[in-house]
């Protein structure tokens, strides 16, 4: 079994707390989240985009005209 000073010594071999490591961590997900908004004010172009198409004569189904 590894002893408490060869965990460290593997440990200190880990870029994890390193500070240009969590500063990339951060980049990234400050980049991540940037790019989920961007993609969710994105798909409100299409969502409106279907909304317009007209619905049919008796045609009541689903939420929005587009059934296809």
Not at 8 to 29: I, N, S, Y
Not at 38 to 67: E, F, K, N
């Amino acid at each position: 079994m590894a002893s408490t000073a060869d965990l460290r010594e593997l440990e200190a071999l880990t870029p994890w707390p390193r500070p240009e490591f969590v500063a990339g961590l951060d980049a990234l997900q400050g980049s991540a989240e940037q790019a989920a908004r961007q993609y969710a004010a994105d798909a409100r172009v299409p969502a409106g985009l279907v909304a317009l198409v007209p619905r049919c004569a008796h045609d009541d189904r689903g939420g929005i005209p587009w059934t296809s």
